[in-house]
């Protein structure tokens, strides 16, 4: 792999950029690996990546229908936080958090992880509470938080209206160190270094039918013909219903669509992530000074990639209460993902009812920020063929037994 670094910009720029090595190689599928990742997003990335640097299996492919990153891991708002309730996914949630401190380093990409800190508004007495209640949750599992007042909350972010109209700001639930990351990057950069280690990531190319002898998966149909593999993931976010059913089993999902849109490019405002739960909307300011905006999910299940209108007109009237100062500015571009959605609003990673299947999905509205950990758990699945200690809980049997991790305060609606 040909290192970035200030010496190679340097020396690309003295001889007119001529001399870039394509990042990721665009091979033909070979008929068999060792293993099959279909879906290259950023978990199924991950998972590759992990996947050759701790075990080093590198004999992969990642099987993307799309372009890699076209999917939620090219659309989401890239909120990256583990302020979450339940200690499995404080666990999952914090390593990833973690990883993305060095991601840059480690893969040699810049994914512009900027630690800008994340507040989530209570704007009722409930959410004080519940707030509240996550902090000291947080200090018991090592995740830096604290629980801040409405004064602070204005010094961080002084464009918030605190005082109203219908939900003035109590507080906020403030994690210094969350923030934001490039999602393009975070794909670009996972494919990169697969690449480097010999991996395949091939691109356009359909999983139509997951093939099986005796119960166990032995390989996949695609587009470009049958690819043989000793072990099989399925990592499609919002389609792992449809490769679930191409597998012969069931999941408890449901996929809907999720919508964001962002504002004309403005002078920096605002240095931190706001959620505001109750009025539903949240905004952060991209580096190239665009105010990205995060609405709610559709109210009923669909594969639309869009999202409806009136989530628009929701959100945004939701964030001018909040952020008085938007209502003068210019809305240039919305689009929508496909999320996969759980009942517990918490991921699904473990082993399926096909044998030499594992699954990794269910990471819903919230899922870019626990690329890092969730590469990490789903690669110690598979290399192990049982989940590891940061995926334990979150295997497909707790809906059959009823051991939820119920995250629908952290992350129903929010990210
Ligand atoms: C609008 C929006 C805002 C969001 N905001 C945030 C946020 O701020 N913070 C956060 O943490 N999370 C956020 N999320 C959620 C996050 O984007 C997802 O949880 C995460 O990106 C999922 O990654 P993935 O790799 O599992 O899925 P994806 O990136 O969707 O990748 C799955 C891939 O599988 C491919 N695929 C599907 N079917 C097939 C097939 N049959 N054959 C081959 N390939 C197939 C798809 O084309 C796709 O590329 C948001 C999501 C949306 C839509």
């Excluded at 659309?75 to 390593?95: G, H």
């Excluded at 389609?239 to 449901?254: Q, T």
């Excluded at 003068?328 to 993902?337: A, F, I, S, T, Y």
Aim: hydrophobic fraction near 40%.
């Amino acid at each position: 792999m040909q290192r970035y670094s200030v010496f190679a910009v340097a020396r690309e720029a003295l001889r007119h950029h001529t001399g870039w090595d394509r990042a990721w190689r665009s091979p033909a599928p070979k008929a068999k690996y060792d293993v099959v990742i279909v879906g290259a997003g950023g978990h199924g990335l991950a998972t590759a990546y992990w996947l050759g640097k701790k075990y080093g299996i590198r004999n992969v492919a990642v099987i993307e229908k799309g372009w890699l990153g076209g999917g939620n891991t090219g659309r989401n708002t890239t909120i990256i936080r583990s302020n979450y309730l339940q200690d499995p996914s404080a666990a999952i949630y914090e390593k990833a958090r973690s990883l993305y401190e060095t991601i840059s380093q480690d893969i040699n990409y810049n994914v512009m992880f900027s630690p800008r800190g994340v507040m989530m508004l209570a704007q009722t007495h409930h959410e004080v509470r519940g707030y509240k209640r996550t902090a000291q949750a947080n200090a018991l599992q090592g995740v830096q938080t604290e629980f801040i007042g409405p004064g602070r909350v204005k010094d961080l972010c002084p464009i918030l209206n605190i005082d109203g109209p219908r939900y003035p700001v109590l507080g906020a639930l403030w994690q210094a160190r969350g923030g934001t990351a490039r999602h393009d990057a975070v794909a670009w950069g996972y494919a990169r270094a697969c690449s480097a280690m010999g991996m395949d990531i091939v691109q356009q190319c359909e999983v139509t039918a997951v093939r099986q002898v005796g119960g166990r998966a032995i390989g996949v149909t695609t587009t470009k013909g049958d690819i043989d593999c000793d072990k099989l993931a399925l990592v499609v976010a919002g389609h792992s219903g449809v490769l679930a059913e191409m597998a012969g089993f069931r999941l408890p999902i449901e996929s809907v669509a999720l919508q964001a849109l962002v504002s004309e490019p403005i002078k920096p405002c605002m240095d931190v992530v706001v959620m505001a739960n109750t009025v539903h909307g949240y905004m952060s300011q991209s580096d190239k000074g665009e105010m990205v905006i995060g609405g709610g999910t559709d109210g009923f299940n669909n594969y639309t990639q869009r999202g409806s209108f009136h989530h628009i007109e929701e959100t945004v009237r939701a964030l001018i209460e909040t952020f008085p100062m938007i209502s003068r500015l210019k809305m240039l571009r919305q689009w929508g993902g496909i999320v996969d959605v759980t009942g517990d609003r918490s991921p699904i990673i473990g082993t399926t009812p096909l044998g030499n299947c594992f699954i990794n999905c269910g990471w819903g509205t919230g899922g870019f920020k626990a690329i890092p950990g969730s590469g990490w758990a789903t690669a110690d699945l598979i290399a192990r063929g049982e989940p590891g200690p940061l995926a334990a809980a979150f295997t497909l049997d707790r809906f059959r037994e009823g051991r939820f991790i119920d995250e629908s305060v952290a992350a129903g609606v929010a990210h």
